[in-house]
């Protein structure tokens, strides 16, 4: 049986602490003790709403069938329980637990443990702890319950990736370019290489080439959606607003459903390091944070849809929601927070270049695609610098593109300072791209001076765009008041022709962030005049819900 790299000591507390006696019976109190026998199963890999289970006696065994046999996560003995952040969102276990030794275990089901989670201060933070640490592991470790199967030269290989480690999902990759051996898994499955990226599932389901949704389909990262069931709130979009808002609501008692096309985050998830956000002095990933916020609503009992989006609204309370995959969903009241999306440059081949040179996101997967190699960083905002900046920590050099003068306009004092400052950044002023070049990857671009018009090729094959910000509304189809930049209005800048024209219901003017439907809010940067900052983001997310109780009590 092959085992997990060794842990510390200090390491398997973390994830393996042991509860006190007290803490045991308090569990108890919640579910049933039962005698097991040797050898019998608890829970099986790939089973959703998996129980919780706290060893009292005898040894618990957690194990991961793989093709090449059983790896050994850890054995269980008294006073330790199973579980990963799994048990909140009631997707189905990557592991399968068996008993090694006869004994006796506690077993919960997982909505009592939730209840154990949100009224128990002491178990909570226990359990929280262990949850969130264990799913990283898994993650550091690639001690999942998928393989992909795809090249560098493949730009559905780099989505599928980031897809399944923004959402926290571990994974075994094997690149078909290095790694021995592919080529028989490739021929075990019958697929070409023309079919790549290939995602296996638990060793039987292969995917060709899949989408989004159906590896999220695969992997039952769902839960299963009743849409004859009225919700108190329904968040669209799952970045800092839309995380703020679904904490708020669910930990108050709302029913509370949230929409997401991709990952928690949004587009502050892709970015590397976000250093101005309050209470984090030496800064934290856009992932970490949205991670952390994901695992606080899944806490408190928000469900997630993943992987989906929203196609439209209806304009008559209660409101529907219609889904890109034909379902609906109904809410009393919605969170509009759908974000922006970075805005493409004119060029006519940049869409054939995407995942293949062209990315949108700086993390450290974009960044290992481009080691000790140039690349450009397109836009003069945060976002941009703060990508510049982590860049040039493993990139040979950093060329920044900006259109404007300058950068002090539209970036944060700490980042002008640390791009003046780095000798591998240098800052281009009144220049654009002009051209791209290569095949199939991005082998060369032309930039143009905008005050000189001269020109210039340079052999980069690295371009990171983050330039401006193209509100993602489409969806709403005229169901709501839009800027001239399709941003969304609400409140005191609401006009009465917009109020008029929307058939406004009700005597009083929308609330602040609500939007010219009643009880339909806009947050975070969606919303016309949102200040485009990740600490304004959480804020209106958390006070859209103190004016969603205020148009539900209506």
Not at 119 to 138: C, G, H, K, P, Y
Not at 237 to 262: F, K, N
Not at 288 to 294: E, I, S, T, W
């Amino acid at each position: 049986m092959k085992e997990i790299s060794p842990l510390s000591p200090e390491r398997r507390e973390q994830l393996f602490p042991k509860l006190s006696d007290a803490q045991i019976e308090r569990v108890a109190a919640a579910g049933s003790k039962r005698q097991v026998e040797k050898d019998t199963v608890l829970i099986n890999q790939g089973e959703a709403n998996v129980p919780f289970f706290v060893v009292i006696s005898g040894r618990l065994d957690i194990v991961q069938p793989t093709d090449q046999g059983e790896l050994n996560i850890v054995q269980h003995q008294h006073g330790e329980f199973t579980g990963e952040m799994n048990m909140l969102t009631g997707r189905r276990s990557l592991v399968s637990a068996r008993m090694g030794e006869a004994g006796e275990v506690i077993e919960v089901s997982r909505e009592a443990m939730q209840q154990l989670v949100q009224t128990d201060v002491n178990l909570s933070q226990v359990l929280m702890t262990a949850f969130i640490f264990r799913r990283l592991e898994l993650v550091a470790q690639h001690a999942g319950d998928v393989v992909v199967i795809g090249s560098p030269h493949c730009s559905g290989t780099l989505r599928i990736k980031e897809f399944l480690t923004r959402n926290g999902h571990p994974y075994t990759y094997l690149d078909l370019d290095k790694d021995d051996g592919v080529q028989e898994m490739l021929d075990k499955f019958n697929v070409r290489i023309s079919e790549i990226p290939v995602l296996i599932c638990r060793g039987k389901t292969v995917l060709k080439n899949p989408s989004n949704q159906q590896v999220a389909d695969c992997l039952g990262l769902n839960p299963k959606i009743d849409e004859t069931q009225l919700r108190d709130v329904i968040v669209v979009g799952a970045g800092p607003a839309g995380l703020a808002a679904a904490v708020y609501a669910a930990s108050e008692g709302l029913d509370v459903l949230m929409i997401e096309t991709t990952a928690p985050g949004g587009q502050a998830g892709s970015s590397s390091k976000i250093e101005n956000y309050l209470g984090f002095p030496t800064g934290i990933s856009g992932q970490n944070l949205a991670g952390r916020a994901y695992a606080q609503a899944q806490k408190f009992g928000a469900k997630m849809i993943i992987a989906r989006s929203a196609k439209k609204l209806s304009g008559t309370r209660p409101y529907k929601i219609e889904i890109d995959d034909g379902h609906f969903v109904a809410g009393k009241t919605v969170v509009i927070a759908t974000g922006v999306q970075y805005r493409k440059l004119p060029l006519d081949n940049l869409s054939g270049f995407e995942g293949m040179g062209i990315y949108f996101g700086a993390t450290n997967m974009e960044a290992q695609l481009c080691n000790e190699e140039e690349v450009i960083v397109v836009g003069g905002g945060n976002s941009a610098g703060q990508a510049a900046v982590f860049l040039a920590d493993t990139a040979k050099h950093v060329h920044m593109l900006v259109r404007s003068n300058g950068l002090a306009e539209s970036m944060s004092r700490y980042l002008i300072r640390r791009i003046e400052d780095s000798p591998k950044i240098t800052l281009h002023t009144c220049t654009e791209i002009s051209a791209l070049e290569g095949a199939p990857h991005l082998e060369r671009v032309v930039w143009r001076n905008k005050n000189t018009g001269a020109s210039e090729t340079h052999p980069i094959r690295h371009i990171f765009m983050m330039t401006g910000a193209a509100p993602n509304t489409q969806w709403l189809n005229g169901c709501v008041a839009l800027d001239d930049k399709g941003f969304v209005r609400t409140g005191s800048d609401l006009t009465e022709e917009d109020l008029r024209a929307s058939d406004w219901p009700l005597a009083r003017h929308p609330f602040l962030l609500e939007t010219s439907r009643p009880g339909v809010l806009a947050v975070g940067d969606v919303r016309s005049g949102n200040v485009k900052r990740v600490a304004s983001a959480v804020g209106e997310g958390s006070i859209s819900i103190h004016l969603a109780h205020k148009a539900l009590a209506e």
